[in-house]
Every structure is written in structure tokens, then in C-alpha cells.
């Protein structure tokens, strides 16, 4: 794996040397086999590795053997192991990530985004603020709202310019009209600016109007525009998918990082689920979990995550008090008159009142709000 | 429907009149006819409709027509129209709680919890702290932890004497041994007791010695159950199934005070989705979604919701700052001894920490910690 | 664990003297150190692994070392391992199931049936057809059902005299009443009964009525109710819970078998996920899932599987056609004027084309239907 | 909405002038009012709803009004009037795809696919198998699966040239060098090709090389990727996303159309779920849900649907006695060696014996296997 190592991180490669050696040493996979299987199957299974250059060791019981296999470099797909005769399951033992994990670089990533007035922080005790409408409809509607929320102390401003929308007949976006309604709102207000790029051609646009790219939901796996991503000279926000495990979602992470940009934030957005009273089910597990095992920040977005204006606000606090790096809210000052998701916009003053009491919580935490 | 109302509620039976009153004048059903339906066909689901009781109401539109029902007394299954000639689908439109809505009872329930240091009260802004260990396994061991999370200001203790455990040789509780080392640390402690009932004999049991009757989140829909808790004189915990939407908890708490126990708090302990870093998914949102259609307190247990340690302190602070009215948190002083769930008990001085917290978020809400 | 072998079964209990001596012999779990693991931490690991009476099989790899574990007699809860310093995670390897494993037995289970006319053979080839109305309504609905599925060639009937409903305003069932029609089907037309019971009490009654017991899918996990049905000495039919994993499935089938009923056959019902067009998502890979692992029968349950008789008839075919050893299907000759779930009961006469469609798929997988 | 009908399609446009002129006279969502509602708050929601140019059905009960809408031509979003005073929740009505619908075109469509030796049909009772490996790994790996294959009667081949994996470590796939060895599978064995395209760069080049396009489930709402998909003069193969609803996956197919292709083909390849045995839960009742809404031909993925090789064979025959309109298997010579996803692939005569029973299974049902 060449890896190609960072134009711009905030960190140094150096960093990441103990990785790149140690990637081939794991036990990787655990292969168990049937109570019945002869020693002779046991054997055919342990040649089967030795011959993919890996290491076998059988851990023999009295009923039945297992056999623990390292020195996987995590290219080979080991799954075939299963279609070996005696053999019951391979059960997979060592992450398959390796650039987000924290095995390759302990302390937190803490991202630094550009603003007309000054860096704005995000992770390590960091806590951002990004608030916007779900769609840039006129310039009107983004100063009026990015006017209000300025006045809370927001600093960072959202707004899609390109809507991913599940009917072909749904409003689509502004396209570039919209990000350079979103250009003006950073030079008149002073916000850093993140808007969704939906493919290459896109996100060619949004790299060169906006701070922070962000790779939606719909296409955490389109992994051609996170390997474009990868190449991108901005930061990068990445949305879960909607039905990413926590192992895919650091996966397309390292799909970015993998190709040198190392600026990555992720976002936890809501998972489907059976649970029919809201959008999505909102999984604020996946920030302690993100925690556990990566280094990025992880920040939320309760709007899409409920579907509901009057969930939003007891979500948004919640997020923040389960260790959130950040929050991204709908924040519209009409919402019955949206063109798109005006139901789960909450208004200029409910977003005030919601800083104060994000402000509270982070404290709570000893955590700094931007 | 002839409800016996109740015997004990912290409401008077006064404030349900109008409901009884009202269950049959809602829109109930709306049947939605295919764009080729003949108009006999129309009149025919009509004709049905009103055969069955029903008004009908239909809505001609250019290209389909459909037909609103009214009428409804909730206990006819109206699912059959839809197997009529012309008939596309039939949405339902009322929701069938009556007892446990908002509309019934406006006003939070406020449930009084005895204890020999007098009452705790949970719901309508009072925030409740439940502690103890998964199981009641010695009486040393609940006394050591009773000890340490009332120096905490815990005054609920929870501690399972009938466990439901997946495997048949796992162990299955104390039974009664376990109920009685319960009744000690109340008497010992001045705790209010929370324990869990599985059968109908198990609940005669644990009425006899506990202050509250769990039902736990396999039972959600064990009916014969509930409708035993209904006639039971002490109030009822219900955890939510794992795989209950919100209609079918709410409808699960209808089925206890149907039979006039009006005392009922429920609790949110995470639901099964796809999400496999966790051992259930947290669904937090239900807390302001059950607030807004039911009067009826809610918990959140962070233990079960979690099954990692790690993971029970940030979504404890979580659970509060979304306002649930209550934790449930499992605390044992050598969780690596249990004999059941260790891995997501938290320590008694990780407890302490945590009621510290918990205070403090309850206070940036305006809400009150017992 | 004292496994009192069986009073009736349909195998020898010879052939699980095998299983009881190898229980404690297989590798049980895999622990995961962290990369920064000390030799300090590995060996304590490997102490407390000892201490609980187990054998610990250190696998040390280039980055991180694993740990595997033999010995585990499946009632130790090894989750607190995890909890202990420089763990990452464990990783269960051996089933926790024993008696309803094919490491048990390996040949297929075939249940008999005991009918006026004769054994009704189910499993092991043989496919079982089971009709009848969701719920008994009255004599005279039950006799026109039986009487028209019984010139289908159909030997098994089905019919709820006990209903668990979502709503407590909801038919509830006629109770002993029903299993009295039950009972008069099974004289006058050759008929095996089988029925529902929903706790101790109505268990007790179906026994006495009926030829085989049901356990719904809401009581998979009743516990209790599970011991009194492994006390029983009818066949038992259980059904897969809403959210039931396969191995919680098996479970719950290992306590019937741990109290001594062998005679038990599964049935899967559908399973609860996001998608929304049908009522439940039936889940058919469960079929071959179930029996690589398992030597009971296992059922398909199409009508509650589905909820929509137009996806009755080909979800039948399907069920046939991936190897399920029967099918439940509800059937009734009024289904617009059925009390219960009449929406997804097909018609008599759908019943007897669906017949001779399953026998002609059952004959091209070699397969022959009762 | 100005839809540039067909170019090339199999029905003519004419079809679809009945549905252009109606989409906007549909019932489109009824808006349901609390109980308290005030008149004034009803008429205020009529009067918004007349505002946005729609018409306001008020139905009103004794308890409780609820409000049906006509005249939505589905590009406004309603959710809006959820924020109104005494509104509780809008419930949609009419269905939001048009072209795809059974109500633009009532027959079956037919797929024509194109080969050297005469069109394969797919749908209206046309079965078609598509096999071959999951990537193209060597011109000799696709001689020799394609030759055996063939002799099974198969005619359309598959393979990746383009592999979406969900590392960045895993083989991606040979590229046009891949394609090129499709296109000489063609030439030598007379096979229709199906390739997977990931991005507009590749879809272009897949355009040019086979016989039909195929987006991925990771990308079904890659917007960007269907739009380019709907001007593509070559049949699409759309598969469902892991977590798409049925109507999100009629949606996508309508975005192709809407662009004028409308020779698209579903398939089904199962969906995530908690169900942790298989690798997807194969939701097989989507194969008549479909039909019901749609004219699309839908066919069944069973080797990513259940991720091991002894479910293939009974989930094939499951999906051909639903009714389903196809088959894709993969089949691999040698599964062991396979560079991804063998443990899912059958071996050449697995596939073959597959095929006699398929065409068994289809003769019961009176289809015919291309």
C-alpha cells in the first residue's frame, strides 16, 4: 500500500510511519472449524494459509479446533477460508481501518477551518457550531438568515446548492448560482462556509467557493467522489449513511485519507431503522464509539437525524452532552415557506436560545464552544 | 369499553370523562381508491363503511378518488376494506391510545414513588436517579452498593431477583431469596425498590415486597402480563420492546391502565437495528416523541441501551439533556464478578461522578434531580 | 447442567450423550488486546481466564496479541474479560446452543403428529400444510374453513383461541370456548389441532385440547412460558420473535429441549426491519440457516409473513422452494368480514390452487407433502 | 414537468399521455388536527393550503377534523403545514412516481437485450438467468465460466469491471481492460453483457462496451449517476440500496425514466437489517409488491442477497417461485481464488443443476426461462 502522505494535514506524516510498518503483523481472522473435522482438514486449512503468506495457529479444543491466522496486510479477502472443507465460519478479528484509527495516531485530530475572521476549531474539547437553511434559495433568504444566527456567535454557515432529493421532480438546487450566493454570506458575515458536493464535476465548484466539502449520506460509499475527496485541497465533512455500520463509515474516511487529505470530520445524521415516529433513528452511541477508535472529530446533525422541528432542540442538546464535536442545524427564518425540509428547520431565535444551552452543557463537559 | 377507573392514581377519574366520551368521533381511516375505480366501486366501499357502523366521507379528486372514515370505536379491525374491488390501500389516521394520550390528560403525570424517607416523585420536571446491580446475587453485595450509590443521593434501587436470560444455562436469579436481600436494603437504606416481574406468579411476588413493578423489554407484549400489572396496587415500569415501535409502547402501557392502574412510567432501553457496535441502539428521540402524544413519565436506561461501559456515562448525560425524566443505570462495586452484564455496569465512584453531572445538565433545563 | 432426557421423543436420548460429555470442550471466545497492550496485561488476562477454571491460548502477533479461550461450560458470562486493562474486545466463537445443534444430533428431526387419521409426518422430506382462520370465531366459521381446506388434502388446522393484540380494545379471543371448537373440528374431521397458548393458565388448557401448542412470536422470549412448554407432552410449534436473532431463535428453542420436550418445530413469521410496504420482512434465508445448524423442522408462516394476501400465494411457493418443512396459512371463506386480520387470510379456493402448486415445487426439490 | 419521451424505448410514448395529464388531480395528503383544534385553526390551514394553489377537503368527526388535499402535482413539499397551529401530522396519500407506476402503463414491460445470437427477453413471463464471476479477474478466469455457463443455456453474462468495495485496500477491478474482456466474452460465446458502472467517466466507457448497465446499491441515489443513466441509449439494471424503501426505489428507477429510458430492469439484492446470520436479509416479498405498483420487470440478486454459496441454490429457486423475472448469480470455476467475494460464488456445475431446476420451478408457474 503506497500510501501518499499529506500536502496540507494538520498533522505531521511522521505520525504515521508506526502504521504503515506495523499493518502486516495483526491477528487478522479466526477460522473455526467443525466439531467432526479431521486432523487432515485442520491441516488443509492451515497449508491453505501458509500459501496466502499469512501465519496459521491452531488452538486446539477438546471438541473442536480453532486456528488464529496473522501476518494479514488487510488486501486479501479471507473469506474464501470459509468454503474449505470442515471449516464452519471465519470470524474477523483485527479493524480493517488503518490511517483514522487511533492504533495510528493517539491524540485527537483537531481540524482547522479558514473564516474571513480567524480559524474556527473542531475537535479536541472543540465544539462547532454550523447553522444554515437545507437549501440556498435566494441571496435574500441566506443573508436574513445568516444575519441571525451571526448573532448567537455562529461561525461557520451551511446551505445546499446541490440537493441529492429522492424524486426527480423535487427542487434540485441553485447549482453554482447557489454557491455563489454562499461566497457572499462568507465575505459579508464572515462565516466559513460548507456545502455538498454530489459529484466530481461538483465538487470540482464547491472546493473552489467553499471551506469545507461534504460528502452527504446518499454517498458515503460512492467511492469515486470520496477518492476525488481524497484529492481535494479543503477540508472534508462525510455524513454516515443511512445504513452504515460503524466499520463502513470509518472505512469511507479512509477512503479520503487514504488518498492524502487527512482533514476529515465526520457526521452522524440519523440510521434507518424499524422506529416509524421519526425520519431516522439519531445513534448518539456512534460518538463515544467514533471516539474509541478514531482520532477524527464527529459531529451531528439533529435535523435530518428527527424530521422534526420539536425534536431538533432536545437532540441538538443531547448530542452535545454525549460529547459531540459539533452540531450542524436547519436554521430557516420561514420555514412553512422552504422549498425543501422546512419541517425540520427550527427558527432564527429557537437557534438562540439553543446556544445558550449548548454553551451550558459544553461547560458541564469542560469542552469550548466556537 | 367499560373501564374500572383507578383506585390509587395521582389523577382523579374525573379528568377522563371527556375521553370515554369522545372515543368514537374520530377521523379513523382514510381508504384510498385506485385512478381506474368505477364510482359502483366507490359506492360499494361506502355501502360497506356504513354497514359496518361507519360515516363515510369520500374526497372525488381529477385523478382518484378517496374516502374518509369517521366513526370508528377503535375496536373493529378496518384492515378489510382493503381487500374490496378498486380499493389501492387504507391509511389509518387515529391513533388508538386513549388513556395514555395527551388528549385524555393534558397536564404531566407525576408519579409518587413511597419510601421509608418519604415519597419520590417522577415526571412533570422531577428527574429520577435508579441504581443497583443487574442482579441481586448476595446481600453483601447489594448492601455494598446500596451504601455507596446513596452517598450519590440515589433513592431508587434496582436489582433484578428473576432474571430473563437468552440461555437456559445462564444464571436465572435468587427468586424470592433475591426479593427479600431487596426488602432489606430498603429497610436498611430507606431505598424505593425497583424489580422486575416475569410471570404472573413472579408478580404476586414482587408486589408483595417491591415499590415498583418492572416489566422488562421482553415481556413489552407479553398481554396476559400486563393486564395482571393493570390490577396490581403498585406502580409499573414498562421497558420498551426491543423491536416496539412508538404506537406499539404506548399501546403496551394502554393495556395496564385499561384495567385502572394508572401509575406508569415507561422506559426507553434501546431497540435492535443493524448497528453492531453497540449492543442496542439508543432511540433518545422517543423522549420528546412520548412527551408529546402521553402524559406518562419516561426513563431511559443507558446500561441495557449501550452494553458498554464506556459508552453508559456520555449517553446518562445524553438521556437527561433530552429530557427523559429518569436513568436507570446499572452500578456494581466488582463488575468483573457479576454474574450477569458486568461489561456495562459502571463503578459506585463512577456513579457519584456521574450523579454530579447529571444535576448540573437537569439544572440548564430547568428540571429537578431527586 | 442436568438435562432430564426425554419422556416421548421422536430419538433416542443416547444420541446426546456425546454433546453433554463435550460441552466444556470447545474454544469459546477470543480476546483482543490493544496494539499498546503491555506483557503485563496479557498475562493478567490469561490469569483471570484461569481463575475462572478455563485454559487461555495467547496467539502473539506482530502489532497486537489475541487470546483464545477452551474449556467455557456456556453458563460463565466471559463479557467482563472485556473490562479489564488493555482489552479491546471478546469474540464469542462456540454456539451457546447444545441440544437443538446438529453437533447433537445430525440427523433431521421428524416429528409425528398424532391425528384421528393417522400420524401427520413433519421434517426430514416431509411437508406439513396447516390451515384455518386466524382467530375461531364461531362453530359454523370453523366447520365451512375445515371442511373446504380438508378437500385440499390439508391434516392440520389452525384457529387462535387465545389472541395477543397489539390494542387491549381489540378481540381478544373466545378463550376455552374456542378450543372446544377446536376440538369438535378434530372429531368431525380427522384433523391435528394446533393453537396458541399465551401464559401458564391458557398452556395448561391447550395441552388438554389440542395436538400441537403454539408460542407466538411476541413470547419467544416468555421464558417462563418456554419451561412449562418443555414440561409439556404435546409437540411445540415456535415461532421467530419480531426481532429474534437466529441464535436467540435457537435459544429459545434449547430451553424447551432443556426441559425435556425434543418435539419442537420453529416457525418463521417475518422479521421487523425499515422496509415498509408489508407488514414484517419474511426472512427466508433462515430456512437453510436453520438447517445447517439445527436438526428440528422449521415452518414458514407466509400470512403473518406478509400481511397482504396478494403476497400470500407466491411468498407460499417461495417457502416451499427454499426447503421449509411446512407452511401455517391463515384461510378463511369471509375474510371482509373476519375479526381479526382478515386482510392478509386468502380464500379458500386460492388454498387449494396454493395445494397443488406446492406439491408440484415440493416434487421438484424431491420433497413430499402430507 | 416536461418529460422528453423515449427514444428508443419498448412501448410508445402514447402510453403516457394518460399520466402526464393527471399528475396533478390526485387526493395528495390529509392534514389531521388535534382534537383541540379551534375552528380558526382549521380554516387558517384550509386557507394556507388554498394559498399554495391546492384544494382543502376539511372532513370533520365529532372528536376531531382531519383535512384531505387535491391538486398536489407532487413537486411541493406539504410537510410544511405539519408546523401549523393545530395541526398534529400530514399523512401522504397519492404515491409520488409517475412513469414507473402501474397507473402510467398497465402491461408488463418488456426488456429486449440484444446479443449475437437474437434478443433475450425479460419480463412478462420471460425468466432470465444472468451468471458469472463477481470481478473480472483474467480474460482465461471469463473464457472458461463463460463456456461452462453457456452450457447451462445461460446467455447473459455478468462481471465487474468496477468494484465498489468498502475498502480502499481491496482489488477495485481492472477497468477498461475488464471491459474489454467482456466484450470478447460477448464476441466468442454470443452473450448480452451486464457490467457495473460507478461514476459518469466509467458509465460512458460501459455504454460503449455492454449490452446493459448496471448501477450498484451503493448507489441507487447517486442522482447524478441515474440521471446520466436515464440519456444512456442501453438497457439499466438498478439495483435496490441496502436500506431503500420501496417507493425510494421506484423513485430511482423514475429518475432514469424521467430521462427518458425506459428500459430499466429492478433488481432485489437484499437489505441490512439486525438479522446477523447472512450478509443481507433477501426481502423477496418486494418481487409482487412491485409488480403490483410498477410494469417493471424486477429480478433477484441471491449472492450479495445471502452472502454464502449454500444459500444461493435455495434462495434461486425461492426467487423464481415468487415470480421474480430473473436471476444474477455469480459463479466462479474456482471460488477459493476468486479476488472478491467467493465465498458467495457457485462452482459451474452447482449453476448448471441450478438451471434444470429453475426452469421446473418456472413451468409450475407457467413462465418461460430465456
Chains 1, 2, 3, 4 share one sequence.
Do not use: W
Amino acid at each position: 500500500m503506497a500510501v501518499s502522505l499529506t500536502r496540507f494535514g494538520t498533522f505531521a506524516p511522521m505520525q504515521y510511519t508506526r502504521v504503515l510498518a506495523s499493518i502486516s503483523g495483526e491477528p487478522a481472522m479466526l477460522v473455526v472449524m467443525q466439531s467432526h473435522a479431521t486432523e487432515e482438514q485442520v491441516r488443509a486449512v492451515c497449508a491453505r494459509i501458509e500459501s496466502l503468506g499469512l501465519k496459521a495457529h491452531p488452538i486446539p479444543g477438546a471438541a473442536r479446533t480453532a486456528i488464529g491466522i496473522t501476518g494479514n496486510d488487510g488486501a486479501i479477502d479471507l473469506g474464501v477460508l470459509e468454503s474449505l472443507p470442515g471449516v464452519i465460519e471465519c470470524i474477523p478479528v483485527s479493524k480493517p481501518y488503518k490511517l483514522v484509527s487511533r492504533d495510528a495516531k493517539q491524540e485527537d485530530t483537531v481540524l482547522r477551518i479558514p473564516t474571513p475572521r480567524g480559524d474556527v476549531l473542531v475537535g479536541g474539547g472543540n465544539v462547532a457550531m454550523v447553522a444554515g437553511p437545507c437549501a440556498v434559495e435566494t441571496e435574500a433568504q441566506c443573508m436574513v438568515i445568516a444575519e441571525q444566527v451571526a448573532k448567537s456567535g455562529c461561525r461557520l454557515f451551511r446551505g445546499g446548492a446541490y440537493k441529492p432529493r429522492t424524486s426527480p421532480y423535487s427542487f434540485q438546487g441553485l447549482g453554482e448560482a447557489g454557491l455563489k450566493i454562499l461566497a457572499k454570506v462568507r465575505e459579508v458575515h464572515g462565516f466559513g462556509i460548507i456545502t455538498e458536493a454530489i459529484d466530481n464535476e461538483t465538487l470540482d465548484l464547491v472546493e473552489q467557493y467553499a471551506d469545507v466539502i461534504q460528502i452527504g449520506a446518499r454517498n458515503m460509499q460512492n467511492f469515486s467522489l470520496l477518492k476525488r475527496a481524497g484529492r481535494a485541497r479543503k477540508p472534508v465533512l462525510l455524513k454516515r449513511g443511512m445504513s452504515a455500520t460503524l466499520d463502513e463509515f470509518l472505512m469511507a474516511a479512509e477512503y479520503i485519507l487514504s488518498e492524502g487529505n487527512y482533514n476529515v470530520m465526520l457526521c452522524e445524521r440519523g440510521v434507518r431503522t424499524f422506529s416509524d415516529f421519526s425520519r431516522n433513528t439519531l445513534d448518539l452511541a456512534v460518538v463515544p464509539a467514533v471516539k474509541k477508535r478514531s482520532h477524527l472529530p464527529i459531529l451531528v446533525d439533529p435535523s435530518h437525524g428527527t424530521g422534526k422541528r420539536h425534536k431538533v432542540l432536545p437532540l441538538s442538546l443531547a448530542a452535545v452532552a454525549v460529547g459531540a464535536d459539533g452540531l450542524l442545524v436547519e436554521v430557516h427564518h420561514e420555514p412553512e415557506n422552504a422549498l425543501s425540509d422546512g419541517v425540520q428547520s427550527i427558527l432564527p431565535e429557537e437557534f438562540a436560545q439553543l446556544s445558550v444551552e449548548v454553551r451550558q452543557i459544553a461547560e458541564v463537559l469542560h469542552r469550548h464552544v466556537n
